[in-house]
């Protein structure tokens, strides 16, 4: 990956999504999903590896694994030539994370949608300090507290 600038980049966002080990499946629908998010032009892979956590804790980190009809390798292509941003120390906090016997992945990409907003930001002198995620239950437990509060005033 080149950059002209960092004028060009958006934000950057990663995420790991664990397998019990019989049942990781990276290709079908999550393949699909991808493939249409890079190429709506919404995001840009960085870069992706596959962890695997055995019983004793040790872990491995790979690129490509061995997993039937080629699903880790349908989903690398997709992921092009990217840029190992995660250092080993990154990757060992990850494996510190899963579960003994299963199979991870880690997916990093930039969020090219935002790119031309967040240099707008960084031109005029911009600087993020906070950012994060709500999680999906949350916004669904806010949601739901709305419905009851809705339902117990109309009663």
């Given at each position: 990956m080149k950059l002209d600038s960092v004028d060009e980049l958006g934000p950057i966002d990663y995420l790991v999504v664990e397998f019990p080990r019989e049942r990781a499946n990276f290709s079908g629908e999550v393949r699909e999903e991808l493939a249409a998010l890079i190429e709506s032009g919404q995001i840009r892979v960085l870069d992706l590896l596959f962890l695997k956590k055995h019983a004793d804790g040790s872990f491995e980190g790979f690129e490509k694994h061995e997993f039937e009809d080629g699903q880790a390798d349908a989903l690398r292509?997709?992921?092009?030539?990217?840029?190992?941003?995660?250092?080993?120390?990154?990757?060992?906090?990850?494996?510190?994370?899963?579960?003994?016997?299963?199979?991870?992945?880690?997916?990093?990409?930039?969020?090219?949608?935002?790119?031309?907003?967040?240099?707008?930001?960084r031109r005029a002198g911009g600087q993020l300090v906070a950012g994060g995620r709500i999680p999906i239950q949350s916004i669904l437990a806010a949601l739901d507290a709305d419905v009851d509060a809705a339902q117990t005033e109309g009663v």
């Open positions: 292509e997709l992921a092009g030539e990217v840029s190992e941003l995660l250092s080993e120390e990154d990757v060992a906090n990850i494996a510190e994370a899963l579960e003994p016997e299963t199979i991870a992945a880690v997916l990093v990409w930039e969020n090219t949608w935002a790119a031309p907003f967040a240099g707008a930001l």
